[in-house]
């Protein structure tokens, strides 16, 4: 071998060429190539000429005296976020793996690429060290983590630039500067959680979940109902999404133990702004953090759109215009009772009406109406705001929860005092909103001279209009057996869910079924009897009220929702 020849090449190269795995004609050649190229010189040797790339990192590191790093069984979860760009990872094809203290651990596959330890240590301000890495793997682990930031960036949907021109997100960013806390504030953070907001609010999604787990997380929108999977970030950016949200919802980021409430306000437009509800809750393996998207034009939708019958919606209209009474809405969380009240709300906010409403917490701002948020913590509970509201000379009042006695005989006595009151309780149907009353301690002959009306309700997926097909492939018996009747099927199209380009499963929006119970004399004198949520069941069906799974067979019937979605809602 030509000694000579051999002392011209860099330190690897030559140190290739001694060990037999390249020529001295190979070795000054891909060295050309490879700064022509642009590109690390090992990288260029396994893949372009597919050397082994485990004996060039066994060759590295006794040439140079750098330990070789296993990088396949380090936790890529772990490597750190944030402190160099994708496009300086790339561009030198170098890896940080983990910092300490004020050294920052470059993963390499060539000890020699000095550029890449100077620039990343100019652009980051911490001093670099390089760790060799087997360049097959290197490249593996580099393309993997670029692909999981792109991802961050680029967010859920085909989002354009106007989309976060107007933006206006209230929060504590100018705070989370003050408390030094940098992390939170990086930019692939900040842009993928708007992007998520935004893209949330676009899917006309009411929930979204931001969930770590012990190897991933990932975050859920509740879309029409059903949660879904739309991306799964990387799980070492978990304590940083959650601070984020936390500081954006302005709470304290430093509080990790316990649950924390909050509200995000983001304006889109200068006449339209979304509200978030953000709740975080200590799990296992880091803060899960939920917000529910109040958007307050859903409380100016019309009773048209929520889908009552004829009747139903006659006997609620009928309610509100009433000066006095109990208006009782009823249903499991997310069946649409705020939406429900808020709909009557806004029926009655007129210049002549002094409306107040106590809420946990107060959901959708709406001009004109004296909103409370209670706050038990500093003596301020739904009775208690129902005390101030009666000194406040109240046409209407609306309690967010019946909750307990105390609240119950205080919106009674409103509502026998002349004030219409509209409240909430968590039953699973408008007889047994009776019954829970009573077991609660409400006395009989209170609760009949004071309610006028219980409404109990679900929210169904609709059927998509592009794609729903009738389905003729169930049996007339399978139908009976259900609970159609004869005269309901006679007229009757029963649709089915298909799927499209325009829906969900074949699913588009949320229709409401309702069961509208009036309290009539003979309901009342039930009640004053104490009689069970049975009885008074079989009275109101006797009087031809539609209980919720009726209602639903008529939803069906008239091609709104599907068999197959009210049975996942009601039962027979």
Known sequence: MNERAIGQLSGLAGRLVVEGLLSAEQARE?????????????????EKLNLNSQRIAEVASLEFGVPLFDINAFNMSALPVGLVDVNLI????????????????????????LAALDEIKFHTGINTDAILVEERALSKAITGWVESQDNLSEGLGDLDSEDFENIDISGGEERDKEEGN?????TPIVRFINKVLIDAIKQGASDIHFEPYEKNYRVRFRTDGILREMVKPPKNLSARMAARLKIMSQMDISERRVPQDGRIQMKLSRNRAIDFRVNTLPTLFGEKVVLRILDP?????????????????????????????????TGPTGSGKTVSLYTGINLLNQPER?????????????????????????GLGFAEALRSFLRQDPDVIMVGEIRDLETAEIAIKAAQTGHLVLSTLHTNSAAE?????????VPSFNLATSVN?????????????????????????????QGFSEELLATATIMKAVGCDHCTDGYKGRVGIYEVVRVTPSIAQIILEQGNSNEIHKQARAEGFNDLRASALVKVANGLTSLEEINRVTTD
Do not use: W
């Not at 790339?90 to 690429?113: C, E, Q, W, Y």
């Not at 389905?471 to 018996?477: H, K, N």
């Open 30 to 46: 891909a060295q050309r190539d490879a700064i022509f190229d642009r590109i690390p010189l090992v990288k260029h040797l396994v």
């Open 90 to 113: 790339s561009k030198h094809h170098a890896l940080p793996l983990f910092r300490r203290g004020n050294r920052l651990f470059i993963g390499v596959s060539d000890p020699t690429n």
């Open 182 to 186: 940098e992390a939170v504030d990086e």
């Open 297 to 329: 034009s859903s409380a100016q939708m019309g009773i048209e759109a929520l889908g009552y019958e004829e009747d139903q919606k006659a006997m609620y209209l009928d309610a509100l215009s009433k000066p006095q009474g109990m208006i009782l809405v």
């Open 354 to 378: 002094n409306i107040s409403t106590a809420e946990d917490p107060v959901e959708i701002n709406m001009e004109g109406v004296n909103q409370v948020h209670v706050n038990p913590k500093v």
């Open 433 to 441: 909103t009776v019954t829970r009353m009573l077991n609660m301690g």
């Open 453 to 481: 009306l219980i409404i109990a309700q679900r929210l169904a997926r609709r059927l998509c209009k592009e794609c729903s097909v009738e389905a003729t492939d169930i049996p007339r018996d399978v139908l009976l057996k």
